[in-house]
C-alpha cells in the first residue's frame, strides 16, 4: 500500500501530516496514516475538502480517499498494526505502552517516506501523550525536519486532516475484510466499530468469548474492557508475570490495562511453586535444570 | 514447568508397568492399555491453565513457522490470551516415550495416550537449547550411564585403571 513511485515534486520542500484510526477500539488493527506534498501545493490542498475524518460520512471519506489515490501531487501511506501486536507488545514481561508503539510507528512513517527520497522539511501530527516530550523525541531522531506536534492537528492541518481519511479508511476496510484466525463454529463478523461501548461490539465479544482462550486473536487483549468478560472463564497464571507486581497500570486513556496476574487470588508464594518447579533441595545439576523429584501422584 | 499428568517412561518389555512409591503406598502405573498418538499436539506452555478437560484447542491455537532463532532450531509462533508465545519442537531421544496417564483408582494409572515429541513455548522470546526446558533432558542421557548395567569386563577395566 501507499505510494511507491516517488514523484518529481519530492526533491522539493515536502510537509506531511500523520493520523491515527482505531486507537480506543477493544478490537481490530491500529492504523498510522500519512499523507505528503510539496510546501508549495499545501493552498491547493486546502481546498480540496479534507476535513478531519470523524466529522465525515463513511461514504465520504472513501471518495476522498479514492480523489486523493489518483492526485499525482499527493504521496501517501499506512502502518496497520494487527491487534495480535499491540497485545503483545502490551503484555510481554517489559510491557510497551500504546504511546510508545503510536510514536514508533509514525516515526517508521517518516523514516519510510524519507527513504523514498522525498525531502521532508517539516510534519504535522497529533500528540500523543505530552505534546512537548513527543516533539522533542521527533527531532531528536529526525533532525533535519521542523515538527509541528498539536491537539488536534487533523482539524487544524488539512495536510494531517488528508492523512486522518488515509488512516480512518485504511483502519475500516481492515474491519471490513478482516478474515478471522480462528476456525470454532459460529463465528461471527458482526464486531461493530470495535468501541467498547458500541453494543453490537459488547454483545460480539459477550458471545466470541472462549473458557481458554479468551477471545479470538482479533480481541485486544491488553484493553481494560476485557477484564470484565474474563471474569468467569479459566485462569491463567504467567510464569513471567513478577510476583511482586500488584495493581493494575494505567495507560494514556486512564483505563485499567488487564494483568492476567490480578484475575484470582493466590499468595505469591504459592502462586510460584503452582506454575514452575524448581528443583529445590537437590543436587545442583536438577536445581539448574529445575527438575523436581516426584515422590507421589 | 510442571507437566501434570504426563511422566516420560522408558520402552520395552520390563518397564511396561511401574510401581512408584515404596512401603505401604504403591502406585501401580500401567503402560500398556489405549494407545492413540498425540505426537504434534503435546504443548507446554509458559503458564498455568485453570482447566482441566478438553478444548477446541485446533480452533483456537495455531502456531506458525516463524524466523529466528541463532540456534538453528525450528521456530514457531503462536499466540494465547493475547500473548506472543515462541516455540519449538523437541523430540523424545530414540527409546523414550511420552505417556498421558488418566487416574483410574487412588493408587492406579491407566496410559490414556503416547506421544514422541513436546513442542515447548516461551514467553515472548525464542527458545535456545538453553532452555531449562531443554535442558531437562540432559537427565535422560546422565540416567542412562548411570542406570546400565556394569559387565564384569568393563568393571575390571575400569579397577585397572585406577
Given at each position: 500500500?501507499?505510494?511507491?513511485?516517488?514523484?518529481?515534486?519530492?526533491?522539493?520542500?515536502?510537509?506531511?501530516?500523520?493520523?491515527?484510526?482505531?486507537?480506543?477500539?477493544?478490537?481490530?488493527?491500529?492504523?498510522?496514516?500519512?499523507?505528503?506534498?510539496?510546501?508549495?501545493?499545501?493552498?491547493?490542498?486546502?481546498?480540496?475538502?479534507?476535513?478531519?475524518?470523524?466529522?465525515?460520512?463513511?461514504?465520504?471519506?472513501?471518495?476522498?480517499?479514492?480523489?486523493?489515490?489518483?492526485?499525482?501531487?499527493?504521496?501517501?501511506?499506512?502502518?496497520?498494526?494487527?491487534?495480535?501486536?499491540?497485545?503483545?507488545?502490551?503484555?510481554?514481561?517489559?510491557?510497551?505502552?500504546?504511546?510508545e508503539?503510536?510514536?514508533?510507528?509514525?516515526?517508521?512513517?517518516?523514516?519510510?517516506?524519507?527513504?523514498?527520497?522525498?525531502?521532508?522539511?517539516?510534519?504535522?501530527?497529533?500528540?500523543?501523550?505530552?505534546?512537548?516530550?513527543?516533539?522533542?523525541?521527533?527531532?531528536?531522531?529526525?533532525?533535519s525536519?521542523?515538527?509541528?506536534?498539536a491537539?488536534?492537528?487533523?482539524?487544524?492541518?488539512?495536510?494531517?486532516?488528508?492523512?486522518?481519511?488515509?488512516?480512518?479508511?485504511?483502519?475500516?476496510?481492515?474491519?471490513?475484510?478482516?478474515?478471522?484466525?480462528?476456525?470454532?463454529?459460529?463465528?461471527?463478523?458482526?464486531?461493530?466499530?470495535?468501541?467498547?461501548?458500541?453494543?453490537?461490539?459488547?454483545?460480539?465479544?459477550?458471545?466470541?468469548?472462549?473458557h481458554?482462550?479468551?477471545?479470538?486473536?482479533?480481541?485486544?487483549?491488553?484493553?481494560?474492557t476485557?477484564?470484565?468478560?474474563?471474569?468467569?472463564?479459566?485462569?491463567?497464571?504467567?510464569?513471567?508475570?513478577?510476583?511482586?507486581?500488584?495493581?493494575?497500570?494505567?495507560?494514556?486513556?486512564?483505563?485499567?490495562?488487564l494483568?492476567?496476574?490480578?484475575?484470582?487470588?493466590?499468595?505469591?508464594?504459592?502462586?510460584?511453586?503452582?506454575?514452575?518447579?524448581?528443583?529445590?533441595?537437590?543436587?545442583?545439576?536438577?536445581?539448574?535444570?529445575?527438575?523436581?523429584?516426584?515422590?507421589?501422584? | 514447568?510442571?507437566?501434570?499428568?504426563?511422566?516420560?517412561?522408558?520402552?520395552?518389555?520390563?518397564?511396561?508397568?511401574?510401581?512408584?512409591?515404596?512401603?505401604?503406598?504403591?502406585?501401580?502405573?500401567?503402560?500398556?492399555?489405549?494407545?492413540?498418538?498425540?505426537?504434534?499436539?503435546?504443548?507446554?506452555?509458559?503458564?498455568?491453565?485453570?482447566?482441566?478437560?478438553?478444548?477446541?484447542?485446533?480452533?483456537?491455537?495455531?502456531?506458525?513457522?516463524?524466523?529466528?532463532?541463532?540456534?538453528?532450531?525450528?521456530?514457531?509462533?503462536?499466540?494465547?490470551?493475547?500473548?506472543?508465545?515462541?516455540?519449538?519442537?523437541?523430540?523424545?531421544?530414540?527409546?523414550?516415550?511420552?505417556?498421558?496417564?488418566?487416574?483410574?483408582?487412588?493408587?492406579?494409572?491407566?496410559?490414556?495416550a503416547?506421544?514422541?515429541?513436546?513442542?515447548?513455548?516461551?514467553?515472548?522470546?525464542?527458545?535456545?537449547?538453553?532452555?531449562?526446558?531443554?535442558r531437562?533432558?540432559?537427565w535422560?542421557?546422565?540416567?542412562?550411564?548411570?542406570?546400565?548395567?556394569?559387565?564384569?569386563?568393563?568393571?575390571?577395566?575400569?579397577?585397572?585403571?585406577?
Amino acid at each position: 500500500m501507499g505510494s511507491r513511485i516517488v514523484p518529481q515534486w519530492a526533491s522539493k520542500p515536502c510537509a506531511m501530516g500523520i493520523d491515527e484510526a482505531g486507537r480506543g477500539p477493544v478490537l481490530g488493527p491500529m492504523v498510522y496514516g500519512c499523507l505528503y506534498c510539496a510546501q508549495s501545493y499545501l493552498k491547493t490542498l486546502a481546498t480540496l475538502s479534507f476535513a478531519d475524518s470523524k466529522t465525515l460520512k463513511e461514504e465520504k471519506r472513501e471518495e476522498l480517499f479514492e480523489t486523493l489515490k489518483t492526485n499525482d501531487s499527493i504521496g501517501w501511506d499506512v502502518d496497520v498494526i494487527d491487534p495480535r501486536e499491540l497485545s503483545a507488545k502490551m503484555l510481554k514481561k517489559n510491557k510497551i505502552n500504546l504511546n510508545e508503539i503510536s510514536h514508533s510507528s509514525a516515526m517508521g512513517l517518516i523514516d519510510r517516506v524519507l527513504k523514498m527520497g522525498v525531502l521532508l522539511t517539516e510534519v504535522y501530527i497529533d500528540t500523543v501523550g505530552d505534546a512537548g516530550k513527543y516533539e522533542a523525541k521527533l527531532s531528536n531522531t529526525f533532525p533535519s525536519i521542523k515538527f509541528v506536534v498539536a491537539k488536534k492537528a487533523d482539524s487544524l492541518y488539512p495536510v494531517v486532516s488528508g492523512a486522518s481519511i488515509v488512516a480512518k479508511v485504511t483502519r475500516d476496510r481492515a474491519l471490513r475484510e478482516w478474515v478471522l484466525d480462528e476456525t470454532a463454529e459460529n463465528m461471527q463478523r458482526n464486531f461493530g466499530s470495535g468501541y467498547p461501548g458500541d453494543p453490537q461490539t459488547k454483545s460480539w465479544l459477550e458471545n466470541h468469548k472462549h473458557h481458554i482462550f479468551g477471545f479470538p486473536t482479533l480481541v485486544r487483549f491488553s484493553w481494560g474492557t476485557c477484564n470484565t468478560y474474563f471474569k468467569d472463564i479459566a485462569e491463567v497464571l504467567w510464569e513471567s508475570d513478577n510476583l511482586d507486581e500488584d495493581g493494575a497500570s494505567n495507560n494514556s486513556n486512564g483505563k485499567r490495562q488487564l494483568k492476567l496476574s490480578n484475575v484470582g487470588f493466590t499468595t505469591s508464594k504459592k502462586r510460584s511453586e503452582e506454575i514452575e518447579s524448581s528443583g529445590k533441595g537437590r543436587c545442583r545439576f536438577f536445581q539448574a535444570r529445575k527438575l523436581e523429584h516426584l515422590t507421589h501422584f | 514447568m510442571k507437566v501434570f499428568g504426563k511422566i516420560l517412561g522408558r520402552k520395552g518389555g520390563k518397564h511396561r508397568v511401574w510401581i512408584v512409591g515404596g512401603k505401604m503406598e504403591k502406585t501401580i502405573i500401567d503402560l500398556k492399555g489405549k494407545r492413540e498418538d498425540l505426537s504434534g499436539r503435546v504443548h507446554q506452555l509458559p503458564c498455568c491453565v485453570k482447566h482441566n478437560g478438553p478444548a477446541t484447542v485446533s480452533h483456537y491455537f495455531k502456531p506458525k513457522p516463524s524466523d529466528g532463532g541463532d540456534e538453528g532450531l525450528p521456530l514457531q509462533q503462536a499466540h494465547f490470551r493475547g500473548r506472543l508465545l515462541q516455540g519449538t519442537t523437541l523430540h523424545l531421544p530414540h527409546g523414550y516415550s511420552g505417556f498421558v496417564l488418566a487416574k483410574t483408582s487412588p493408587h492406579k494409572w491407566q496410559t490414556s495416550a503416547t506421544f514422541h515429541d513436546i513442542t515447548y513455548w516461551n514467553h515472548h522470546y525464542a527458545p535456545s537449547p538453553n532452555d531449562d526446558f531443554s535442558r531437562a533432558f540432559h537427565w535422560l542421557t546422565l540416567a542412562q550411564a548411570l542406570h546400565n548395567p556394569v559387565t564384569p569386563e568393563e568393571l575390571a577395566s575400569s579397577s585397572a585403571t585406577l
